[in-house]
């Protein structure tokens, strides 16, 4: 089946650093999503991009829609303690409102030492 | 987005029994979605909720395992059945807006079963 390759799988950084993740995928898709999932609760989306190329900023979060549109990637600034979670991308094979053809990765664990 | 609340939020359950869980949305929608998220892994969907028809299962889920009701609109269940500790997850629900591929979900029902 599709897989989506999700990096780093955790990483543990200090208060005020930058982070990087990435999402990587032999299939092409036309939409990619970003998740943030604390404990106890459910997914919370971040950013969605839509076209490839397009770069899409929330706050300190920022996040891009490869060109090959077989990417992505998630950039984290000056982290604070309450971005700890994991995070997670998602990508869609077609068009339209099916979550049959979204595909989760695995998740990056973020641990922000204060 | 939705605001989706899910009951219960968690539970503990013996192995053999069944577990109902409740996913109700703030507004109409025309489908509905349910994920299983197993202990330090990703998202993988189980079902399409849809209203006025059956459920349509993804490749490795039956409808005798989990059940699905979809009465209307802005409500939907998930039976767990004869439940064993393979089944210990968190079971999601969640909802698009239709034409756009943005999944938004419940917090979460955290199943143990023992």
């Known amino acids: 089946g599709q897989q989506l390759n999700q990096s780093p799988q955790s990483m543990f950084i200090q208060e005020g650093e930058d982070v990087s993740m990435n999402c990587t995928s032999s299939?092409?898709?036309?939409?990619w999503l970003w998740y943030k999932q604390e404990p106890g609760e459910g997914p919370v989306l971040l950013i969605a991009?839509?076209?490839?190329?397009e770069l899409t900023s929330n706050g300190r979060l920022t996040a891009q829609f490869g060109i090959t549109r077989k990417d992505s990637f998630l950039n984290i600034s000056a982290s604070i303690p309450s971005d700890v979670g994991i995070y997670f991308c998602a990508g869609q094979l077609g068009y339209g409102g099916s979550q049959g053809n979204l595909i989760f990765g695995k998740g990056t664990k973020l641990s922000v030492k204060p | 987005s939705a605001v989706i609340s899910q009951k219960p939020s968690r539970d503990i359950c013996q192995r053999g029994t069944s577990l109902t869980i409740q996913c109700q949305v703030d507004?109409?929608?025309?489908?509905m979605f349910w994920y299983r998220q197993q202990p330090g892994q990703s998202l993988t969907l189980i079902a399409t909720?849809?209203?006025?028809?059956?459920?349509?299962?993804e490749s490795g889920f039956v409808i005798d395992k989990f059940p699905i009701s979809r009465p209307n609109l802005t409500f939907s269940t998930l039976t767990v059945s004869n439940m064993s500790p393979e089944d210990s997850s968190i079971y999601l629900c969640s909802v698009d807006r239709g034409a756009d591929t943005e999944a938004f979900f419940g917090q979460g029902t955290r199943l143990t079963v023992v």
């Open positions: 299939s092409i898709f036309n939409t």
């Open positions: 507004s109409q929608v025309t489908m």
């Open positions: 991009l839509y076209k490839a190329g």
């Open positions: 909720a849809n209203q006025g028809s059956e459920a349509t299962y």
